[in-house]
T-cell receptor
Framework: GAVVSQHPSWVICKSGTSVKIECRSL??????MFWYRQFPKQSLMLMATSNEGSKATYEQGVEKDKFLINHASLTLSTLTVTSAHPEDSSFYIC?????????????????FGEGSRLTVL | GENVEQHPSTLSVQEGDSAVIKCTYS??????FPWYKQELGKRPQLIIDIRSNVGEKKDQRIAVTLNKTAKHFSLHITETQPEDSAVYFC?????????????FGTGTRLTIIP
């Protein structure tokens, strides 16, 4: 089964509203999680690194006030898209590594969530 | 920062033939090079990875080669099957000091022709 779970898988919202996406590591603890955005037929672009108990580290060009990240526990990180606009419509994917080695998979594999497809009308 | 380039962007291969996808990276500090397969609307799945202390790694029909001097690495799929059709992404990262940030290539859409 999945080791990193995202919720919701699909969300449609009106322009100007806020949307929260959750990313959970199911059977391991993740002090660090990563949030990516993927536009149709494009690659995954790292948005930010989510650090448990501290502020997220944002990539250049990503607005921290628009994409709020909270990593309050070792198994949960949330991404809130505030005041969403149609251009924010995208596939948002989180990932985490099992640093404790419980499920190291292939060479300490980075596990991805199922992704959340956001459509802003 | 790291920049990863990937070629080709699309690749069509007859079933049973081999497919090769190539990537180059810019940061000599990168030491971890995974390859992901992504089907439409789904999460990326790791298919193989290689670290900088080896030059080649193979897992059944899939192999990856790494040339650190030239800063390029390649994915080789032999005896291709229709289920190999997907988008493939290479990536690079420097895993030292707990830095696991992956930089992805632009992707290759592989189509296996039955």
């Amino acid at each position: 089964g999945a080791v990193v779970s995202q919720h919701p898988s699909w969300v449609i919202c009106k322009s100007g509203t806020s949307v929260k996406i959750e990313c959970r590591s199911l059977d391991f603890q993740a002090t660090t999680m990563f949030w990516y955005r993927q536009f149709p037929k494009q690659s995954l672009m790292l948005m930010a690194t989510s650090n448990e108990g501290s502020k997220a580290t944002y990539e250049q060009g990503v607005e921290k006030d628009k994409f709020l990240i909270n990593h309050a526990s070792l198994t949960l990180s949330t991404l809130t898209v505030t005041s969403a606009h149609p251009e924010d419509s995208s596939f948002y994917i989180c990932s985490a590594r099992d640093q404790g080695g419980v499920r190291t998979g292939l060479s300490g594999e980075l596990f991805f969530g199922e992704g959340s497809r956001l459509t802003v009308l | 920062g790291e920049n990863v380039e990937q070629h080709p962007s699309t690749l069509s291969v007859q079933e049973g033939d081999s497919a090769v996808i190539k990537c180059t990276y810019s940061d000599s500090a990168s030491n971890y090079f995974p390859w992901y397969k992504q089907e439409l609307g789904k999460r990326p799945q790791l298919i193989i990875d290689i670290r900088s202390n080896v030059g080649e790694k193979k897992d059944q029909r899939i192999a990856v080669t790494l040339n650190k001097t030239a800063k390029h690495f390649s994915l080789h799929i032999t005896e291709t099957q229709p289920e190999d059709s997907a988008v493939y992404f290479c990536a690079a990262a420097d895993l030292n000091f707990g830095n696991e940030k992956l930089t992805f290539g632009t992707g290759t859409r592989l189509t296996i022709i039955p």
